[in-house]
């Protein structure tokens, strides 16, 4: 059942760890990690890059929320990831409407036999 949280994985434990994968995504273009992260992390890159495009104050700040992890990031490394987010890609992506990401499925781990997909940036 989808529904029930795994045992020892928490929503604080989530949500960071996509912190952590978006602020990865932006700044390397290419992350190798899980196919369910994957998929969470297509989503939520999806919305930045539109606020991204919308480019306004309220955008900015909503924006600014997922990219600064008070705990991991410093300023510097939060305001390179918010300079890219709003100049590069969002030029990048200033024509297209949707599909962002691309998702390449690798093999599976030998530890728990998960399946690992390279998540890039197209």
């Known amino acids: 059942m989808s529904y029930i949280n795994k045992p020892g994985k928490t929503t604080a434990w989530r949500n960071h760890v996509l912190n952590n994968l978006v602020a990865d995504a932006i700044l390397y273009e290419k ?69 962002y990401s691309r998702i390449t499925k690798l093999n599976y781990r030998l530890g728990d036999n998960n399946l690992r997909v390279i998540f890039a940036l197209v």
């Open 31 to 99: 992350v190798e990690t899980s196919l369910p992260m994957a998929r969470s992390l297509t989503k939520l890159l999806a919305k930045l890059i539109g606020y991204a495009k919308q480019n306004d104050l309220h955008a900015r700040r909503l924006a600014l929320k997922y990219l600064v992890n008070k705990k991991k990031n410093t300023d510097q490394q939060g305001k390179k990831l918010f300079d890219k987010l709003f100049s590069d890609l969002k030029e990048r992506y200033k024509d297209r409407a949707g599909g």
